[in-house]
T-cell receptor, first 113, second 115 residues
Framework: AQSVTQLGSHVSVSEGALVLLRCNYS??????LFWYVQYPNQGLQLLLK??????LVKGINGFEAEFKKSETSFHLTKPSAHMSDAAEYFC???????????FGSGTRLQVQP | DAGITQSPRYKITETGRQVTLMCHQT?????MFWYRQDLGHGLRLIYY???????DKGEVPDGYVVSRSKTENFPLTLESATRSQTSVYFC??????????????FGPGTRLTVL
């Protein structure tokens, strides 16, 4: 079964600092991977997705993620955090044979002024 | 320009009662999904539907019933609510153009409390 693991349920950074949110996947076939963001009291919004076209994927709001097969990772980064980036971030994988997503447990990002 | 909506946004009910959560999308997307969100578990799939009158179970279907008589609606019913079903429920939809890489679009969620 395909799954994702997010390391760190809470991450705190200072405004202007690098954001790094970790996601590792488990899959015996090429995975399709997604990062979603959830702002307080809202639904999830797609940040970016890996569809095997390019290993470095750029998303909205300055976020990007790099697919590394050798490390089975798809970490999310942003060079400089803004206060508005405070939210919960979910990594997800699209399993073979099913359209629904399998989500990680989420990482809450806190941005300190 | 409504997109995907859920109602009610908040619901408090009692153990044993039947509750129906509504989901409506205006894009005519083929696929629709119900997830529940609980602390430490991320989102878990309850049921999904590939088209009208086609539904299938997800990871945690017990105690839930779905139907899809129209493409745009996908109601979720808790037949006899239990405290363990206290959660935030999200509906999502996606097209069927790109297969497993299709983006899912989420509604704002329904916060359900079962007393």
């Amino acid at each position: 079964a395909q799954s994702v693991t997010q390391l760190g349920s809470h991450v705190s950074v200072s405004e202007g600092a690098l954001v790094l949110l970790r996601c590792n996947y488990s899959s015996s076939v090429p995975p399709y991977l997604f990062w979603y963001v959830q702002y307080p009291n809202q639904g999830l919004q797609l940040l970016l997705k890996y569809t095997s076209a390019a290993t470095l994927v750029k998303g909205i709001n300055g976020f990007e993620a790099e697919f590394k097969k050798s490390e089975t990772s798809f970490h999310l980064t942003k060079p400089s955090a803004h206060m508005s980036d405070a939210a919960e971030y979910f990594c997800a994988v699209s399993p073979t044979g099913r359209r629904a997503l399998t989500f990680g447990s989420g990482t809450r990002l806190q941005v300190q002024p | 320009d409504a997109g995907i909506t859920q109602s009610p946004r908040y619901k408090i009910t009692e153990t044993g009662r039947q509750v129906t959560l509504m989901c409506h999308q205006t894009w005519s997307h083929s696929y629709m999904f119900w997830y529940r969100q609980d602390l430490g578990h991320g989102l878990r799939l309850i049921y999904y539907s590939a088209a009208a009158d086609i539904t299938d179970k997800g990871e945690v279907p017990d105690g839930y019933v779905v139907s899809r008589s129209k493409t745009e609606n996908f109601p979720l019913t808790l037949e006899s609510a239990t405290r363990s079903q206290t959660s935030v429920y999200f509906c999502a939809s996606s097209e069927s153009t790109s297969g497993r890489t299709d983006t899912q679009y989420f509604g704002p969620g329904t916060r359900l409390t079962v007393l």
